[in-house]
């Protein structure tokens, strides 16, 4: 039997067209027309005004901490149930990462938590990072108003939510600065790439500033700051303007792919919730067991030639931040004891999820 990925890649449009565009042109670098396709085509689709694409969901994030002033000392509040790739760049700014556990009605940041965390901390923060986890919205109504109401400035990290929407509003476009992932394993990728949306112009133009190595506009390489070589390449653009062609049928597939699994296994897993007011992508089908041991589990499927993951480990019991100051109500350490991520991609057989829920069951 060939063997189930996680989230393999799926290339089924128009990539390989747009890629010969790309040689027969000799744009190949980190300039072409394709990357300004790319970030005016994200545009369209998430409604926000300005994109600038990047060379990694982690580099946008980056690029929105220097653009916003975050610096040695800061406190920026962040979810704890995420990728540490949310939070790395907390620390190439020097500043504190403030960790927030999740709440049991979206398993993402929970808003009373947030706000007690903002009145027991002895500075205010500069930002927040708030994670879409697993392609399933936040809170955004209670979020943004806290926001609001203590002068936080929200970026968010839309990694694995691009097409997910709160309130028919794509997720990335409610902070000052939000960012996509178009890593291999993501909904649509570009091979490895991201891309930073805002409404602000002067926020998208020094992103792409600082993206290019902050280079000044003369005939000579002159530069009055340091900046980043975080750029996107034009080849990639054209694998990520052919993959956003086709995101809707992505969306469609793996929300039906979550449908399958949730029929099948009911009662045996439960699974992410979503938000009333809320529509995910359904990056991952994602639960807990009630019972069963996931490590184990994943170890029979993996037995079994089928990729399967545990949920993310918190960032508050990484090693790497064990001193850091965290705001915790044991929910997202319960998720990741108990949870498991099953094969999502949207090239998934209905076959391979019997297959698998079969197995499930077996075991």
Known sequence: MNKIYLSPPHVFGNELKYIEQVFE????????????????????????KYAVAVSSGTAAIH?????????????????????????SPVIYQNAMPIFIDSDLKSWNMDPNLLEDAIKKLKKRPKALILTHLYGQPADMDSITQICEKYDIILIED???????????????TFGKIGIYSFNGNKIITTSGGGMLVTNDEKIAQKAKFLSTQAKENKLWYEHKEIGYNYRMSNLAAAVGVAQLETIKHRIKRRREIFKLYKSKLEGLIEFMPELRKAKGNRWLTTGIFKDKNPFEM????????IESRPLWKPMHLQPVFRDALAFVNGT???????????PSGSSLKDTEVDLICELIKSA
């Open 25 to 48: 042109s000799n744009y190949i670098a980190p300039v072409g027309e394709f990357i300004d396709r790319f970030e005016k085509d994200i545009c369209d689709y998430t409604k926000a």
């Open 63 to 87: 690029l929105a901490l220097r653009i916003l002033g975050v610096r040695k000392g800061d406190y920026v509040l962040c979810s704890t149930f995420t990728f540490i790739g949310s939070i």
């Open 158 to 172: 839309a990694a694995e939510s691009l097409g997910a929407t709160y309130k028919n509003k794509h997720t990335g």
């Open 298 to 305: 994943i170890k029979f499927l993996q037995k079994n030639n």
């Open 332 to 342: 997202s350490e319960n998720l990741f004891k108990k949870g498991i991520c099953l």
